[in-house]
């Protein structure tokens, strides 16, 4: 059975709000990597240009991390109000995207 637009949608929306959240991730691990990296090279007396374009690096990575967090923040707003639209339409309700989807948003409600 071909997937219907709503179908559609609602497998859209947790895809991105997934990949937003490990992008997300991402950027912390490389800001937490790149301190240690200019940690060391303090550590090690390295020279100071090449710690100083370590430490504009970091300044890039940390910038990115809001601007995603708002994106994730968007975007699971989005799905979480598509949900609440779409979620009784025949075309939706008893999926297993449905239900993967309240399962994830669950998870991440505070």
Do not use: H, W
Not at 53 to 77: F, G, H, N, W
Request: charged share 45%; glycine share 2%.
């Amino acid at each position: 059975m071909p997937e219907t637009e709503n179908q559609k949608q609602l497998r859209i929306k947790l895809s991105s709000v997934k990949r937003i959240e490990k992008e997300t991730g991402s950027y912390v691990k490389e800001a937490e990597k790149q301190k240690e990296k200019i940690a060391k090279l303090e550590a090690e007396s390295a020279e100071q240009a090449y710690i100083n374009k370590q430490k504009q690096v970091l300044q890039e990575t940390e910038s990115m991390i809001p601007d995603c967090q708002s994106r994730y923040d968007t975007a699971l707003e989005d799905l979480d109000l598509f949900i609440e639209d779409f979620g009784e339409d025949e075309d939706l309700k008893d999926t297993d995207k449905l239900k993967e989807a309240k399962a994830y948003l669950e998870t991440k409600k505070v």
